[in-house]
């Protein structure tokens, strides 16, 4: 395979699944139709052992590529794309990667599904907190675990991915790092990544936590000092981040430091009270509930990596349900979200 962007993404894809020990042998899975890199997830599952692998995509460009990689690796996988799950696919299902195209799983997908199953969830946005598009209480009743990995996870690393985006963005927008005044405004282990990066950039860098009332006080106090106001409030903790009567007001701001510009990665923010005032703001799409991410924004590396983990995770439950997990062989923390506690020998309870 020539030195290119194909041979680029197999050997990410290779990568990753030797950094993440993905073994799916024998497993049928069920993955999302990513637009992004739309080969990506079907050639990983191929090559880390999948049996049968379905797709929910009839696109020429996903059906192409993915037979191109088929055809130049000689993957054994039967890879189907398909335009809906019907029930013989659903009920022979090991894993389910809940993302882009897969069906809303309610009752009815629910109960075609094997009770051995497990939902592992791939949001398009890389938000593994907020989760839509999934009946929780009806998986519970059947007893199919839905897991999602722990975005703070050490080996996966979605939070420097996301720092970086940070930065990327100030760049974007001309907005310099190196001895500029910074007020990051946020909460959680995404904002302690990125104060620690700012602050190795040279930037001097006003730390605000939103589940602190007190530090309003603080922002108003540094408010006409700072160039840029950094939102990246994630896990949500402020009902408003940026507006009329929010964590910062959009009246203080606008009379104290017209000139700043804000840079968003989570967070609810009030945009028409900032265009009125033009304050500039950036991306110039501003994602209200939940991360203000995308695959294109943290790249290829960063994809190949968080498609390991959502299906490693997965391969790691169906293993503690049978007792044949190795010590050592679980790379990446997930979290149950629809059960009470963690697998413990073999059972779990919902």
Not at 35 to 54: D, F, H, K, Q, R
Not at 154 to 173: D, E, S
Not at 228 to 236: E, F, G, L, N, S
Request: aromatic share 6%.
């Amino acid at each position: 395979m020539k030195e290119n962007k194909n041979y680029k993404l197999i050997r990410l894809i290779e990568q990753s699944i030797k950094d993440f020990k993905l073994d799916l042998t024998d497993c049928n899975i069920l993955l999302p139709a990513a637009l992004t890199e739309p080969a990506l997830a079907p050639v990983m599952a191929s090559l880390a052992g999948a049996a049968n692998i379905y797709v929910p995509a009839r696109d020429i460009e996903t059906v192409n590529k993915t037979t191109f990689f088929v055809n130049e690796l000689d993957l054994k996988s039967r890879i189907v794309f398909i335009e809906k799950e019907n029930p013989q696919i659903l009920s022979g299902l090991d894993i389910v990667i809940k993302g882009e195209g897969v069906s809303y799983i309610d009752s009815d997908f629910i109960s075609k599904l094997n009770e051995n199953c497990v939902i592992s969830v791939f949001p398009k946005n890389f938000d593994f907190i907020n989760i839509e598009g999934i009946d929780l209480e009806g998986c519970a009743k059947k007893k199919i675990p839905v897991i999602t990995v722990d975005p703070d996870d050490k080996n996966l690393m979605l939070n420097k991915y996301f720092a970086h985006l940070t930065v990327k963005r100030c760049f974007q927008a001309n907005m310099d790092i190196l001895n500029s005044r910074i007020l990051l405004v946020g909460s959680g282990e995404l904002m302690e990544t990125i104060l620690g990066l700012l602050k190795t950039m040279g930037a001097m860098v006003y730390a605000a936590y939103t589940d602190r009332q007190q530090d309003q006080l603080y922002i108003l106090r540094h408010l006409h000092e700072v160039d840029t106001v950094i939102i990246a409030d994630y896990p949500q903790k402020s009902e408003l981040v940026i507006g009329n009567g929010g964590f910062i007001n959009i009246g203080d701001l606008a009379d104290i430091n017209p000139e700043i510009r804000i840079v968003h990665i989570s967070g609810k923010m009030e945009i028409n009270p900032l265009a009125f005032n033009r304050v500039f703001y950036t991306p110039e799409v501003i994602t209200q509930n939940s991360l203000n991410v995308n695959a294109n924004d943290i790249g290829l590396r960063a994809l190949s990596d968080t498609t390991a983990a959502v299906m490693k995770v997965a391969q790691t439950l169906i293993k503690s349900k049978n007792r044949s997990l190795l010590p050592g062989e679980s790379q990446v923390s997930y979290n149950i979200i629809n059960a009470e506690g963690p697998v413990v020998l073999g059972k779990i309870i919902f």
